[in-house]
């Protein structure tokens, strides 16, 4: 089964890609899904991150107080690294247990939707890596009308991830989201066929 990562910058399209890829019947693994998976109530995860931060990050209700723990780990290099030795590992094993059981059911492929895949040097553990690429002109102006948010936040958010330049280069194929919705479906059916031949000519 070949391993396919799609990325984007905030606002690219990972989204609606990811949903076409899905609506083709090809299984896909969510970062962000998984992420806030491994720490809802009751995981060892979320257990792990109360003996480290205190009771201080739940909310009434159990649930993790994001809001809470990100002032924790803003500016606390330390504290920072703490909560990523306990979220990294357990969302690692839990994307690594979908791939097996997608792997056993007989899928050709994969698609892994990882955000932050350049940013958190995950890029070389695929077979493909899938970038939706937009003008960062455009791109501001979908954050600000998706966000409700002014253009010197949307610009601050795109600062700090990987520039386009980057994640193109390290893209295997490259989606381009500037057109239609329909134009953009159309060149998933494209790569998803490419894949597809790939996988078959890689069995
Ligand atoms: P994020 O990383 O912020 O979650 P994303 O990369 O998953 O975003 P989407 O949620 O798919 O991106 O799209 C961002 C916004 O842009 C949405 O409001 C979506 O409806 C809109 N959008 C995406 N593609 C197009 C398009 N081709 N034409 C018009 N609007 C689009």
């Given at each position: 089964?070949?391993?396919?990562?799609l990325?984007?910058?905030?606002?690219?399209?990972?989204?609606?890609?990811?949903?076409?890829?899905?609506?083709?019947?090809?299984?896909?693994?969510?970062?962000?899904?998984?992420?806030?998976?491994?720490?809802?109530?009751?995981?060892?995860?979320?257990q792990?991150?109360?003996g480290?931060?205190?009771?201080?990050?739940?909310?009434?209700?159990?649930?993790?107080?994001r809001?809470?723990?990100?002032?924790?780990?803003?500016r606390?290099?330390?504290?920072?690294?703490?909560?990523?030795?306990?979220?990294?590992p357990?969302?690692?094993?839990?994307?690594?247990?979908?791939?097996?059981?997608?792997?056993?059911?007989?899928?050709?492929?994969?698609?892994?939707?990882?955000?932050?895949?350049?940013?958190?040097?995950?890029?070389?553990?695929?077979?493909?890596v899938?970038?939706v690429?937009?003008?960062?002109?455009?791109?501001?102006?979908?954050?600000m009308?998706r966000?409700?948010?002014?253009?010197?936040?949307a610009?601050?958010?795109?600062r700090?991830?990987?520039s386009r330049?980057?994640?193109?280069?390290?893209a295997?194929?490259?989606?381009t989201?500037?057109?239609?919705?329909?134009?953009?479906?159309?060149?998933?059916?494209?790569?998803?066929?490419?894949?597809?031949?790939?996988?078959?000519?890689?069995?």
């Open positions: 089964m070949l391993r396919i990562a990325t984007g910058g905030i606002a690219s399209g990972k989204t609606t890609v990811s949903d076409a890829f899905a609506g083709l019947g090809v299984p896909v693994i969510d970062a962000d899904i998984n992420a806030r998976a491994v720490v809802e109530p009751g995981t060892p995860a979320l792990a991150l109360v480290l931060f205190g009771t201080a990050i739940l909310e009434d209700n159990g649930e993790l107080d809001k809470a723990l990100r002032q924790i780990v803003f606390d290099e330390q504290a920072r690294k703490q909560l990523e030795a306990v979220l990294h357990a969302i690692r094993s839990l994307s690594e247990q979908q791939s097996h059981d997608f792997a056993a059911a007989g899928h050709p492929y994969l698609i892994h939707a990882i955000p932050l895949l350049l940013e958190t040097g995950q890029a070389g553990d695929f077979d493909r899938i970038v690429d937009v003008p960062v002109e455009l791109q501001i102006e979908r954050v009308q966000d409700n948010c002014d253009r010197p936040h610009e601050a958010i795109i700090s991830q990987a330049e980057q994640r193109l280069q390290a295997t194929d490259v989606i989201n500037h057109g239609s919705t329909d134009d953009l479906r159309a060149q998933v059916m494209a790569l998803h066929s490419k894949i597809l031949a790939l996988a078959t000519a890689a069995h």
